[in-house]
């Protein structure tokens, strides 16, 4: 009921490219946002889900996030997990559509799961370089060996929670981080300031389901008044994150 109320207020209150005046903002809406070019990657990502969509594999999930609030057991199906807790097809193709335009070369991902986003987000460029984390050794052990036949080398993964998992991370600075996992307002308030020393000028954050419970909201407009923030871009499903000095801080509703 949260999720569908909160969809209401945002198609009420967002807009279009029109009256966006921020030239960085609108190429970033126009040009990315709303490219409708049709990869031919659209139809590996497609795929990507299709095949996940009937497999038959069950895994013991050890959920150390929000998810579990979805699906009571621990053993989880494949099939529904990619229905239920990964990206969707639309917003794997805005993550692919973002690693393009930006020109993302190292991304951070908070929370693997079977690989959706960070698939998306690989075959966009291939010569960037991807970690992404994931609590679940089994969730990640099935990940590891579905993509194994892609051969995307340069993924890595880390089995691990996010909060110590991020502080020996070797890596300075990302281009991307990409926050999709343990949906709840303290812990994404956490991680986010944790990985703030990561950033550099044109460092973006993706946020997923920010519209997720209401803390998740929270969580949100916390980030948004931050001081270190200047533009964001909410899109409902993804929230994009800029802090470049040189924009004044403006915040975007974008219907995409
Ligand atoms: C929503 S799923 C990620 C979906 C994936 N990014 C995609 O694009 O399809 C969230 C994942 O984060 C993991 N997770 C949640 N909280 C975590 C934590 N505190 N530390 C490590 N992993 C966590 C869960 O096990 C789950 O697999």
Request: charged share 20%.
């Given at each position: 009921?949260?999720?569908?109320?909160?969809?209401?207020?945002?198609?009420?209150?967002?807009?279009?490219?029109?009256?966006?005046?921020?030239?960085?903002?609108?190429?970033?809406?126009?040009?990315?946002?709303?490219?409708?070019?049709?990869?031919?990657?659209?139809?590996?990502?497609?795929?990507?889900?299709?095949?996940?969509?009937?497999?038959?594999?069950?895994?013991?999930?050890?959920?150390?996030?929000?998810?579990?609030?979805?699906?009571?057991?621990?053993?989880?199906?494949?099939?529904?997990?990619?229905?239920?807790?990964?990206?969707?097809?639309?917003?794997?193709?805005?993550?692919?559509?973002?690693?393009?335009?930006?020109?993302?070369k190292?991304?951070?991902?908070?929370?693997?799961?079977?690989?959706?986003?960070?698939?998306?987000?690989?075959?966009a460029?291939?010569?960037?370089?991807?970690?992404?984390?994931?609590?679940?050794?089994?969730?990640l052990?099935?990940?590891?060996s579905?993509?194994?036949?892609?051969?995307?080398?340069?993924?890595?993964?880390?089995?691990?929670?996010?909060?110590?998992?991020?502080?020996?991370?070797?890596?300075d600075?990302?281009?991307?981080?990409?926050?999709?996992?343990?949906?709840?307002?303290?812990?994404?308030?956490?991680?986010?300031?944790?990985?703030l020393?990561?950033?550099?000028?044109?460092?973006?954050?993706?946020?997923?389901?920010?519209?997720?419970s209401?803390?998740?909201?929270?969580?949100w407009?916390?980030?948004?008044?931050?001081?270190?923030?200047?533009?964001?871009?909410?899109?409902?499903?993804?929230?994009?994150v800029?802090?470049?000095?040189?924009?004044?801080?403006?915040?975007?509703?974008?219907?995409?």
């Amino acid at each position: 009921m949260y999720q569908i109320l909160s969809y209401i207020k945002f198609i009420l209150s967002s807009t279009n490219q029109h009256g966006v005046h921020s030239p960085f903002v609108y190429n970033f809406v126009t040009k990315c946002l709303y490219n409708r070019t049709k990869y031919d990657a659209y139809k590996a990502l497609y795929t990507y889900r299709k095949k996940l969509k009937k497999s038959k594999t069950k895994i013991e999930v050890i959920d150390l996030g929000e998810g579990s609030k979805l699906l009571k057991t621990n053993q989880r199906r494949v099939s529904k997990m990619i229905r239920n807790s990964s990206s969707s097809f639309k917003n794997a193709k805005l993550l692919f559509k973002t690693t393009k335009y930006f020109n993302f070369k190292t991304i951070l991902e908070l929370g693997t799961s079977l690989g959706m986003g960070t698939y998306a987000m690989a075959i966009a460029d291939t010569s960037s370089k991807i970690i992404s984390i994931e609590g679940c050794p089994n969730t990640l052990g099935f990940t590891n060996s579905y993509l194994r036949q892609y051969n995307l080398k340069h993924l890595s993964f880390i089995n691990g929670d996010f909060q110590s998992t991020i502080q020996k991370l070797n890596e300075d600075k990302f281009d991307c981080v990409f926050i999709d996992g343990h949906h709840n307002k303290k812990s994404t308030i956490n991680y986010f300031e944790s990985l703030l020393s990561k950033t550099h000028n044109n460092t973006v954050f993706v946020f997923d389901d920010i519209y997720w419970s209401k803390g998740m909201t929270e969580a949100w407009a916390y980030i948004k008044a931050h001081p270190s923030v200047s533009v964001t871009v909410d899109t409902f499903h993804l929230g994009y994150v800029f802090f470049r000095k040189e924009q004044a801080k403006e915040h975007f509703k974008i219907r995409v």
